[in-house]
């Protein structure tokens, strides 16, 4: 089963999942580091997560802190990310395991 049989669903399921990767480095890094933090790595999680938590944030009640605006970023990330899978399994286009080559 070549990568690009099934780049239909490889594709979207690793964008999701960059983009899950690094917002839970940013929560992790940010236990640790200022929210204003100059440094480059820091700078890069921001860019890469800040559209997405914009919209997290739009779909989530106000009172809520950003931490856990984030936790919840990651977990519709994976709930995206499933459901993306469950969405091609239900057309049979998503990969399955089978028979060794």
Known sequence: MSFWSYWYFHLPNFVLAAVMYTLLGRMVLGLFVPA???N??????????DPYLKL???VTPQIL???VVMVFGVL?????????F????????????GQGS
């Not at 480059?40 to 997560?49: D, E």
């Not at 469950?86 to 395991?97: E, I, N, R």
Request: aromatic share 28%; charged share 20%; glycine share 10%.
């Open 36 to 38: 204003d933090w100059d």
């Open 56 to 58: 997290v944030r739009y």
């Open 86 to 97: 469950f969405f091609l399994l239900q057309f049979g286009l998503a990969p399955v395991g």
């Open 76 to 84: 519709w990330l994976m709930v995206l990310r499933l459901g993306w």
């Open 40 to 49: 480059y790595i820091w700078r890069f999680f921001r860019r890469v997560t």
């Open 65 to 67: 802190s950003d931490g």
